[in-house]
């Protein structure tokens, strides 16, 4: 059973830092490129950073690029997000993905998805 676990969510104000991890289970985790997305409330689900199987390739939207870094330690099967000069928009429920190959980061056709963190930036 492979299971994507996300923790590090929480309340913080504006300009603040938060550092979100996923931890995979279940699966080979250094062929699988990984990802962030967030949902907001009443909003789509939105990519947010993506990452390959031994981090040289990342991607980001532009919303978030200087502010937000992904990286991974394959050796803790786990995932990171570290999210600096956070915004009130920037309020959301964050959800990694994991997708066994290589393919544009944006895509929505991961074969996995973790319950989500929530997120939220007060101003």
């Known amino acids: 059973q492979v299971l994507l676990v996300e923790s590090g969510g929480g309340l913080v104000q504006a300009g603040g830092s938060l550092r979100l991890s996923c931890v995979a289970s279940?699966?080979?985790?250094?062929?699988?490129?990984m990802a962030w997305f967030r949902q907001g409330s009443g909003k789509e689900r939105e990519f947010v950073a993506g990452i390959g199987q031994f981090g040289g390739r990342t991607d980001y939207v532009d919303f978030v690029k200087g502010r937000f870094t992904i990286s991974r330690d394959n050796a803790r099967n786990t995932v990171y997000l570290q999210m600096n000069n956070l915004k009130p928009e920037d309020t959301a429920v964050y959800y990694c993905a994991a997708l066994l190959g290589v393919v544009t980061f944006t895509t929505n056709h991961y074969d996995y998805w973790g319950q989500g963190t929530q997120v939220t930036v007060s101003s």
């Open positions: 279940g699966l080979t985790f250094s062929q699988y490129q």
